[in-house]
Nanobody
Framework: QVELVESGGGSVQAGGSLRLSCAAS????????MGWFRQAPGNQREGVAA???????VYADSVEGRFTISQDNAKRTLALQMNSLKPEDTAMYYC?????????????????WGQGTQVTVSS
């Protein structure tokens, strides 16, 4: 059983920062690929950033240089530091996990999902 709980969402003005956290209740956390995904109303879910068990990190082009993904294997937590936020970053953000397979940023490859945390960026 895998449980993922996100926190840290909120409302911020453009140019501001937020830090999202994901607490994972799972045995063998370090063997999972972990990712952040987002979905805005009317849009398809999209990959934001992900990290695999070897520490390889990938970012969506839209957030490269602004967002930073990190994790603490001992605490079983995943974080997403979001800087220079833009209104187009507004979405529900989800933490997800999967045993390594497929593409790190393809949401369809992920098996376990949190409930999401809302991020709203105003102009």
């Amino acid at each position: 059983q895998v449980e993922l709980v996100e926190s840290g969402g909120g409302s911020v003005q453009a140019g501001g920062s937020l830090r999202l956290s994901c607490a994972a209740s799972v045995s063998g956390y370090s063997t999972f690929s972990m990712g952040w995904f987002r979905q805005a109303p009317g849009n398809q879910r999209e990959g934001v950033a992900a990290i695999d068990p070897a520490g390889r990190i990938v970012y969506a082009d839209s957030v490269e240089g602004r967002f930073t993904i990190s994790q603490d294997n001992a605490k079983r937590t995943l974080a997403l530091q979001m800087n220079s936020l833009k209104p187009e970053d507004t979405a529900m953000y989800y933490c997800a996990a999967v045993r390594p397979s497929g593409s790190l940023l393809n949401w369809r490859d992920y098996r376990f999902w949190g409930q999401g945390t809302q991020v709203t960026v105003s102009s």
